[in-house]
């Protein structure tokens, strides 16, 4: 049975919600990562990603900036990496330096692969269209990378802590 309620209550109840890294390379060669909890499939041949990319975010202007971007899976072992690149913006500061996140080259983008990643998807810009208050960046894979050991697995989640859009939740 069903009871109707306000949005910022039952916004809580979608955790444990999927968490991706987002990489970026500027033009002049800074590298930037983010974390992205608003993502989806939105095409499966040829697979596409999107992704909601707050425009107050260094990515969003690298993204327009570069027309690419890498998706990346993280490992389970990179929680505070996640929350560090999650929680701090990338404009004045080398996020990706200072919490120790490996990276290594991508094949066919600029932007860097995740090395402890599960998996690395090299994406080009698509489009980037704005329903509602946060833009969706459209990314088509043209490259795709899997961690070499496949012991290594998912990082799936790092729980409610984040606050974005109309919504805006607490730490649980
Ligand atoms: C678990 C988690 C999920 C997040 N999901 C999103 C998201 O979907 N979209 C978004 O714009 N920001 C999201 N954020 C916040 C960004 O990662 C954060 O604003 C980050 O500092 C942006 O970095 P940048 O300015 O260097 O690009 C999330 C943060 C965390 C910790």
């Known amino acids: ?15 444990p919600e999927q968490v991706v890294l987002v990489t970026t390379k500027s033009r002049k060669g800074k590298m930037n990562a983010m974390a992205v909890g608003w993502v989806a499939i939105a095409s499966g041949d040829p697979m596409m990603f999107v992704l909601g990319i707050d425009d107050g975010a ?26 560090y690149v999650g929680k701090n913006h990338g404009h004045a500061r080398d996020k990706i330096k200072e919490c120790g996140m490996k990276i290594q080259k991508a094949a066919k983008i ?17 489009d980037v269209f704005q329903p509602g208050d946060c833009p969706l960046v459209v990314g088509k894979v043209v490259a795709v990378h899997e961690n070499r050991s496949p012991a290594v697995k998912r990082l799936y989640t790092v729980g409610p802590g984040h606050t974005m859009g109309s919504v805006r939740i607490k730490n649980g």
């Open 58 to 83: 260094y990515t969003h202007e690298l993204i327009r900036q570069t027309k690419e971007f890498v998706v990346a899976y993280p490992g389970e072992k990179m929680a505070a990496q996640v929350l």
């Open 1 to 15: 049975m069903q009871k109707m309620t306000m949005l910022k209550k039952v916004a809580t109840r979608k955790y």
């Open 110 to 126: 600029r932007a860097p692969l995740v090395a402890d990643a599960v998996a690395n998807f090299e994406c080009k810009l698509v």
